[in-house]
């Protein structure tokens, strides 16, 4: 299982917006973050909660300038998480390792590059099409027939265009990405083996801090550290391949514990 570190350059993010903002300080925690448990750093320059602001593409471009070539210098494994096909073709260009799209992919423009690359693709879904997240109302009783539904379209549109199936992360999509309820993340979670038997490709998961969780147990991002291990554990028991989190170390001394006393029975 491989964890990522997630690295906000941006000024509202709602769990450390602008901590991260400057140069220095990303470059600083990336490579904190990667001496204590990453295995790659997720950068993303624009928020995608419903309470976001628009960040042009040339303002995404010139914040990850500033933080990538001195991460790819200390030879970490980087993911850019973006949704601007603007960007996207710029971090092709960068050599990134992974891009990370909360739509997955939906500009088959893009396919001829995505194609002609290496890169491996975190193929997310969410209930809406574009855009940051919306709250959205979504039932509970069919919202993992929507998650299968996007997935064998979005795979099979990827793999049409002659990207290899191989390079295809699923990420089902947590908090505000599936919807108001709750229930919604919490069935995906449950959900995880299913999907990875009717695929056969990496799930990745992305839990930390997200505002299901703080509202079951009424914490705020800030204090909503012990239910994002909680949950980030049990998506690793459930055959998560990746979990994306803002506290690496904690995940991974987690999951030593759990090594370490062997299966439950």
Do not use: C
Not at 103 to 111: K, R, W
Not at 244 to 259: E, S
Request: cysteine-free; charged content about 20%; glycine content about 10%.
């Amino acid at each position: 299982m491989k964890i990522l570190g997630i690295l906000n350059i941006t000024s509202d993010s709602f769990s450390d917006g602008g901590k991260y903002l400057e140069p220095a300080a990303a470059i600083s925690h990336a490579r904190a973050m990667a001496e204590s448990g990453a295995d790659i750093i997720d950068i993303g320059a624009a928020s995608s909660h419903p309470e976001a602001g628009a960040v042009a593409p040339d303002v995404e471009i010139a914040r990850l300038s500033g933080v990538i070539p001195a991460l790819k210098e200390n030879g970490l494994s980087l993911s850019v998480d973006t949704f601007a096909p603007e960007v996207q073709r710029w971090a092709l260009e960068q050599g990134v390792d992974y891009l990370n799209d909360i739509h997955g992919f939906p500009d088959a423009t893009l396919y001829p590059a995505l194609a002609g690359s290496a890169v491996k693709l975190i193929v997310m879904h969410m209930v809406q099409e574009r855009g940051v997240a919306v709250r959205t109302d979504v039932p509970s009783s069919e919202i993992f027939d929507r998650v299968v539904g996007f997935f064998d379209a979005r795979i099979r549109a990827l793999t049409g265009a002659g990207i290899a199936r191989e390079r295809l992360i699923l990420d089902p999509g947590m908090g505000q990405f599936l919807g108001t309820d709750p229930e919604n993340s919490l069935i995906l979670l449950r959900r995880l083996p299913e999907l990875k038997a009717r695929y056969g490709l990496p799930l990745l998961v992305s839990l930390s801090r997200k505002g299901f969780l703080r509202k079951l147990v009424n914490r705020t991002a800030q204090e909503a550290g012990a239910a994002s291990l909680a949950a980030e554990l049990f998506a690793e028991a459930q055959g998560a391949d990746y979990i994306r989190t803002h506290a690496p170390q904690a995940l991974r001394d987690g999951l030593k514990i759990l090594k370490a006393i062997g299966p439950i029975r």
